[in-house]
Every structure is written in C-alpha cells, then in structure tokens.
C-alpha cells in the first residue's frame, strides 16, 4: 500500500528557506506518510530548483500566482491527501503523528501558526491568527493545510488567483476545516523588516477589502506595492 500524502509547496526563488521546510519532512518519510513531494515553481531563477532536484522531488512549472501553483501541485498529486506548506514553513516535529491520526478521518486539517522570533509581539500575531482560525475557520495558508482529495476536489480546489486563494478555499471548506496540535513555524522575516503592527494591519486590511468584493488582482498589486 503506498503513502497516503503528496506534499505539495508553491516556489518562487526560495532558496534561502526550502532546505529547512524539506528537513522538516523528514520524519514523514520515516513514519511512512509521504508518498511523494511535488514543488509547484512560479519561475525561479535562483538554486530552487537545484533543491528540488536533490529532494528528489516533482516540479510543475507555470506562471506566479499562488493560487495557479497551488492547484497545478494538486493536478500533479497522486496521493489520498494533499498537504500544502510554504516554503518557509517548517513543520514542528512530531507533525507526523498528528496526522497519522486523522488519516482515517477524510476531511480538512490546518496547523498551529508559531514565528520562528522571540518576543512578545510573534506571540501576539500568532494568538491572533490561532484565534481566527478556530472562531471563524480562516487559517492561513502559512498554517499549512491537510486536505483530503475527495473533499478538495468536490470544494473546487484553489483558485487561480495571486493573493487570498487561502481564504478563498478556507471558506469554501468551512464546517470541515479542524486544528492539529501541532505547530507550522513561519518566517517572522517580512514583518521585522516592515514592522509588526504594520504588517498586521495591512494583512487585517487586506482581508477586510476581499471581504469586499475587491478583485484579488488588485489586492495582490497593492500587497506587493
């Protein structure tokens, strides 16, 4: 019987955070979980892909969106379960034995969110999106997502859009969506560097304009401007 998991991680010139979210995997392999790893490029032009090639892993390649990677990783995948992770996500050991146990219970899984910085401020951001997630189902794609194929499948999958498309499949998945006790360790990297009361009120006020009805287009110009 093969493994039940692809892994599936959306690249664009990664290199600097891939090596860690890989190691990561490790225990995976170990406890017979993971099938295969499949990196969804959105044109890298740094050592991603030389990674990639060391892992042993699929890469599928198209245009930058993360919602476009996201669901050509899917189309790829073979396994029972996809799991979606950033690349500078870094799952917190013993993720594997959390998962073996809702393996027998098809639906949607997402991870604890935890900073890889100290302070109180990480605390505070991570508190809130953990609080999110459980009030009103809205985890984050940093949070990493355990998806059943069957359930992903009959929700449609992730959009094609470059900004949200993990609010977007959250909601459609809403009433299935459940937390892991396990954590997904994220880089704190743009948020000391932009600050982190600002980072969380543009990622606040971003949410709230999709809420209404902004095109996500527009968003994700803005996002990145």
């Known amino acids: 019987m093969r493994a039940p998991i692809s892994i599936i991680i959306p690249t664009l010139d990664a290199e600097q955070a891939l090596p860690a979210c890989l190691g990561a995997l490790g225990e995976g392999l170990s406890a017979g979980v993971i099938r295969e790893l499949i990196l969804s490029d959105g044109g890298s032009t740094d050592g991603t892909l030389a990674i990639a090639a060391s892992a042993g892993a699929e890469v599928v390649r198209g245009g930058a969106s993360r919602g476009g990677q996201l669901a ?37 899984y997402h991870f ?3 900073f890889d910085a100290p302070g109180v401020a990480p605390r505070i951001v ?8 459980r009030l ?3 985890p984050y794609g940093d949070q990493g997502l355990l998806i059943h194929r069957r359930v ?4 449609g999958g992730f959009p094609d859009i470059p900004l949200m498309e993990d609010v977007a499949l ?19 990297e743009k948020y000391e560097r932009q600050g982190w009361l600002r980072r969380g009120g543009r990622n606040l006020l971003t949410l709230l304009r ?13 996002y990145r401007a």
């Open 112 to 114: 604890r969110l935890r």
């Open 170 to 188: 959250a909601r459609r998945a809403r009433g299935q969506l459940r937390a892991l006790r396990v954590d997904a360790i994220t880089s704190a």
């Open 152 to 155: 992903y499948d009959a929700i």
């Open 72 to 108: 050509r990783g899917a189309a790829a995948a073979g396994g029972d379960w996809l799991l979606f992770l950033h690349a500078d996500t870094v799952l917190d050991a013993g993720w594997s034995t959390a998962v073996r146990a809702c393996l027998d219970r098809p639906g949607a």
């Open 210 to 222: 999709y809420f209404m009805g902004v095109n996500p287009e527009r968003l994700a110009r803005r």
């Open 126 to 133: 991570a508190g809130w999106a953990n609080l999110r997630s």
């Open 136 to 138: 009103f189902a809205l």
